[in-house]
């Protein structure tokens, strides 16, 4: 039985809410339980549809009377919607509803901004919206809106944005926020007493997350009730902000994802095109597709900031880290969509044992699409320079890597001053994997051949995510033939959570996997959950279904005590068959089901509370040897070894194609991967997977995940942490460490590419 | 993409017909470049004519009787990969095209239109950027984003050739067979490719009216092999930053008969003349070798961003021709 706890402060009138599952405290995974669904490698449970092509995406959804949209979008980085003339598009054959600022609901949207708001902020911004009986008709008409721009002066470059006489890009000027102070001790005093002192810039590009599924939206209308299939990754969230926008309850709002082609933070809030579907759609009285095309995608979708890093460290000759200093711009592009924040200090804040920190964040408007949360927000850029200024400092003090790393050793979160729940995980990271990838032996293995020279990088992170929160609400429904339907209002992004929670749920249940279904990614059937972000869902959705399904066997095994006439506290269940403890007497999971019948069994279950006094982070550290080819700048990555902390690992599988999709993000950001902008022009170049270049299966070597699996079990009762975003952190300033070692240049901007490293290489 | 009649040829003849002179009308093959233009709205024809079932038009490989190849305009870079023949009599050619695009690209992508291909300059391919190339009156590349562009740059336009197969058969000394309404004509792949001019917008002087039927390669004397390198920025699926390939005897232990074409440093495939000359005559020895890539960017004037691709010449052209002359004889 769950229990709320509202207490309200007196002070500021919040009020805040604790849940325990009280009468039925959840005994706790810890590393001697004996399990036997999870932390085994079961098979995805979607995986037949997905590789069968059944799966239905937002863009498989046919209706009948399916209408397509396209969007009419600002050529222009800025300028003034002076007059929107639709009368020519709207006589093309087929066309059934053209929406603009004028003619319909324009709601308000991002922070000081319309649907379509009178000035258009970058080249990509929405203006109008076309739906047709095909993309044809709906492209034809496109070209025949006519929009007459005031053309502005505009800025997209991140530094240019802060000169004085920049052009503004919001009327309040380009600090999109007053900067972000933190301080620890006195760096000034730290850097005195520091006998090594190493300062450097390091920049990060704008990167394009790039999922094989672009945003989009099916609407459909039946009255007054709006259901839509949404390629999102907060299937609430979208039903919240749709229904405030369009003035509707939000119980006349169905948002269904059932299957998603990757997300990467960028689908973790809602964005114009699924309101903008919604109201072609009312307004055709017909359904509506509107799914983005590729360049509409890398425009004005989402992007990971660019920044700018300006960084002082300093350190005794034995390493000791004694301050860390930082000022950090990173770009908003032309709005603040909301979600998920680039952290870019946290890295330094929290990575390192150092008494004297400052970071100081400046978040910076441009003419050029909105950035988003991107797989690790933050940490990403911070790491990379983090990570190589460590790498600097090591070289400077002649001291292995790994071992400064070590010698600045920390088992509490410095900035909230609270132990850390896993404080050996790091640790292990930094052993296990320098063990696996042979990090000690590295020298007697390097050989250069002509030109091309080998290298091996290090580099380690934390990440503020991975240990979920509540809420999170699942029900467990036990059937009359002893099978169990798991339902959640979570989302499965593509990582396998429907995996993931199918496990957790057999494992509590005593039931094998193939009795057990998983329902999700619908706002009408399941129960809030929140975005899935910050690599949060298993470690909060996780918990709530266990505690749902620890609710349901409790009942089952008081109905199996009373047929078995034994006591409820001597039963155990596995496999689908509940037994006698030390005895022979066994009952089916199915024969006691089948004897209650129609009646059934309802569990429930709410993430709990963490512990107030403990953070929850998860670490990592990877090592990687390169080649690369002076003569030509050609990098080769010839090996990854990974090892990243997620508390206990419930699916072998699931883990691992986390760290090798995320380490090959990661390659991509590295060495490839930069959206290019003529900044005379406010001109995206490469809006597109032909001069975007995200790593092809040849550029992505073999990588080594080296599992750590330790439960974290003052976490969560089931000592699972999240994997999703932090494998990608380390992966670029290893690359680029291991780049310096094969031959003794360092790019302080990422990507590291060829032109860049043949500009540095010449004499 | 806009709507658009599609038909069918039969026969070369029959498309000819069908073809205007005025551009409204377009032949389609492998489809891989003229559908991106469409798709982006570059190219706006009334009607599209699909060769790929005209009989005559050749899809293969053949050896002529002189001992060199004729390659059909619609055989695939895919058959070409797979073709012994080539990789015998044409190395430079089959590695060329195991370098371009990806296995699904080749599989489609014919060898007439691989080397129709209009360039990738990404302000040729905006829709909504009116450059010189597309009928404008300046390049906005010359002065902006140009890391991609040539280092030999024509006038005013400075995109770049994007055709690995081209610059292997410019080293290779290959021709290309026209065939329009006052016939036949036989053109040396230099002069098929060529700069625009103010009346010639277009990277070929292929016609409007006019097909590219075949493609020959000479055969090679005694001692003869080529190679071919190309530098991306991902191991697969790019377009080549530079790409060089190399032709050369080497009789009595001279080189002769060398010919080496770099690819993305100029409008169309550039002969690396100076490097050439180094080789002439002389022992393929590193220094010369060493002496004949430091040439290989003579007369090169790079551009804003797009330095780095002298570097990049000389040290390709280093690699290109150790693995030249270490290679074995093909004829």
């Not at chain 1, 307004?283 to 990971?304: C, F, I, T, W, Y």
């Not at chain 2, 059909?72 to 370098?99: N, Y």
Request: aromatic fraction near 4%; glycine fraction near 8%.
């Amino acid at each position: 039985m769950t229990s709320l706890q509202v207490e309200k402060n007196s002070q500021d009138g919040k009020v805040e809410l604790k849940v325990h599952n009280s009468d039925q405290h959840l005994p706790v995974w810890t590393k001697d339980v004996d399990l036997h669904v999870v932390g085994r490698p079961a098979p995805r449970a979607e995986g037949r549809d997905k590789v069968t092509g059944r799966a239905t995406y937002a863009s498989d959804v046919r209706l009948p009377g399916l209408l397509y949209a396209r969007v009419v979008r600002s050529p222009h980085p800025h300028a003034r919607v002076v007059r929107v003339d639709t009368s020519r598009a709207e006589s093309v054959p087929g066309v059934r509803a053209v929406i603009t600022a004028a003619n319909d609901l324009n709601p308000d949207w991002w922070k000081d901004g319309k649907l379509f708001d009178p000035v258009v902020r970058f080249i990509g911004d929405e203006v109008a919206a076309i739906a047709a009986e095909s993309e044809t008709a709906a492209e034809d008409a496109l070209r025949l809106i006519d929009v007459e721009y005031e053309v502005l002066p505009f800025v997209t470059d991140l530094e240019a944005a802060l000169e004085p006489d920049a052009p503004r890009v919001h009327a309040g000027g380009n600090l999109a926020e007053e900067p972000t102070i933190y301080t620890r001790g006195d760096v000034a005093t730290g850097m005195r007493e520091a006998e090594v002192v190493v300062e450097r810039t390091y920049s990060t590009q704008t990167a394009l997350h790039n999922s094989l599924e672009p945003h989009g939206s099916t609407a459909s209308w039946q009255g007054e009730h709006l259901t839509l299939w949404d390629s999102t990754q907060s299937v609430f969230d979208v039903r919240e902000q749709v229904a405030a926008r369009l003035g509707l309850p939000q119980q006349q709002v169905r948002v269904i994802q059932h299957h998603m082609g990757g997300g990467f933070g960028a689908k973790q809030i809602a964005w114009k095109n699924t309101a903008i579907a919604a109201l072609l759609s009312r307004r055709a009285g017909r359904p509506v597709q509107l799914m983005l095309k590729r360049d509409e995608e890398n425009l004005a979708s989402g992007n990971r900031n660019a920044t700018q890093q300006r960084v002082r460290i300093g350190a005794r000759r034995d390493g000791t880290l004694l301050a860390i200093d930082v000022q950090i711009d990173q770009q908003a592009g032309a709005y603040m969509v909301g979600g998920e924040s680039a952290d870019v200090p946290g890295m330094y804040q929290m990575l390192y044992r150092c008494p004297n920190v400052r970071t100081e964040q400046r978040v910076i408007y441009c003419n050029t699409g909105p950035a988003v949360a991107f797989r690790a927000p933050g940490y990403v850029e911070g790491a990379f320079a983090l990570e190589q200024v460590m790498d600097e400092l090591a070289r400077e003090l002649q001291m292995d890597p790994v071992e400064l790393r070590r010698r600045n050793y920390t088992e509490r979160d410095q900035p909230a001053d609270k132990a850390y729940t896993s404080p050996a995980a790091l640790r292990e990271a930094y052993e296990r994997v320098t063990s696996a990838f042979g990090w000690k032996d590295r020298e007697l293995r390097r050989q250069h051949n002509g030109t091309r020279r080998r290298g091996y990088g290090f580099a380690a992170h934390c990440w503020i995510g991975g240990g979920g929160k509540p809420p999170g609400y699942s029900w467990v429904k036990l059937n009359g033939d002893g099978s169990a339907d798991i339902v959640t209002g979570t989302q499965d992004i593509g990582t396998g959570t429907r995996t993931g929670l199918l496990q957790v749920a057999a494992e509590e249940l005593g039931l094998p996997l193939d009795r057990v279904a998983v329902h999700l990614g619908d706002t009408s059937t399941g129960p809030y959950s929140p975005v899935s972000s910050g690599s949060a869902t298993q470690a909060t959705i996780g918990p709530a279904v266990r505690a749902a399904a620890a609710d349901a066997r409790r009942q089952l095994l008081d109905a199996a005590a009373a047929l078995l006439e034994a006591n409820a506290a001597d039963l155990d269940v596995r496999d689908g068959r509940i037994t006698v403890v030390a005895t022979t007497r066994s009952i089916g999971v199915s024969d006691v089901m089948q004897q209650l019948s129609p009646h059934m069994i309802l569990g429930e279950g709410q993430r709990e509370e963490n512990p107030p006094d403990k953070s929850i982070r998860t670490f990592g550290a990877q090592c990687v040897e390169v080649e690369v080819d002076t003569a030509t700048g050609d990098v080769t990555v010839l090996r990854v070894a990974a090892a990243h902390d997620c508390g206990r690992i419930i699916n072998p599988t699931l883990v691992e194609s986390q760290v090798i999709g995320a380490v090959t993000q990661g390659l991509g950001f590295a060495l490839t991967e930069e959206r290019v902008v003529d900044h005379d022009l406010g001109l995206i170049l490469n809006a597109n997977l032909e001069e975007y270049k995200v790593p092809t299966v040849v550029d992505v070597p073999a990588i080594e995940h080296v599992p750590l699996d330790i439960p974290d079990i003052a976490a969560n009762p089931t000592g699972a942490k999240g994997i999703g975003e932090p494998p990608l952190i380390p992966t670029a300033p290893a690359i680029a460490n291991a780049i310096f070692d094969a031959i003794g240049v360092r790019i302080c901007e990422a990507p590291i590419s060829g032109q860049r490293l043949l500009e540095a290489l010449q004499p | 993409m806009r709507s658009f009649t599609y038909e069918r040829a039969q026969s070369v003849d029959a498309a000819l017909e069908m073809l205007g002179n005025d551009g409204a009308v377009r032949p389609l093959a492998g489809g891989t470049d003229l559908l991106t233009l469409l798709k982006q709205d570059l190219l706006q024809p009334e009607r599209l004519v699909d060769l790929k079932r005209a009989d005559d038009l050749s899809r293969g490989i053949r050896q002529t009787d002189a001992g060199g190849l004729e390659i059909g305009a619609l055989t695939t870079l895919a058959d070409i990969e797979r073709s012994p023949l080539v990789h015998e009599r044409a190395t430079a050619l089959g590695q060329a095209v195991s370098l371009a695009a990806s296995p699904q690209l080749r599989n489609m992508a014919t060898l007439g239109g691989n080397l129709l291909q209009r360039p990738r300059c990404w302000y040729f391919r905006d829709r909504h950027i009116q450059c010189w190339l597309k009928g404008g009156s300046d390049c906005p590349a010359r002065d902006g984003e140009n890391q991609l562009h040539a280092i030999f740059p024509a006038d005013p336009c400075v995109a770049v050739h994007p055709s690995d197969p081209a610059t292997a058969l410019l080293a290779l000394d290959a021709s290309v067979r026209l065939r329009g309404p006052r016939g036949d004509r036989e053109i040396a792949i230099e002069d098929f490719l060529v700069a625009p001019t103010e009346a010639r917008r277009l990277e070929t002087v292929l016609a409007d009216d006019e097909l590219v039927i075949s493609i020959s390669v000479p055969v090679g004397g005694p001692g003869v092999r080529s190679s071919y390198v190309k530098a991306m920025d991902r191991k697969a699926w790019a377009f080549a930053l530079v790409a060089a390939a190399a032709r050369l005897q080497i009789t009595d232990g001279r080189i002769s008969d060398v010919r080496i074409s770099l690819g993305g440093v100029a409008i169309a495939p550039h002969r690396a003349r100076a490097a050439e000359a180094v080789l002439d005559g002389q022992p393929p020895s590193d220094d010369v070798i060493a002496r004949a890539a430091g040439a290989a960017d003579e007369g090169a004037q790079p551009l804003r961003r797009n330095a780095y691709k002298l570097a990049l010449v000389r040290g390709l052209v280093q690699q290109l021709l150790t693995r030249t002359v270490a290679s074995s004889r093909s004829t």
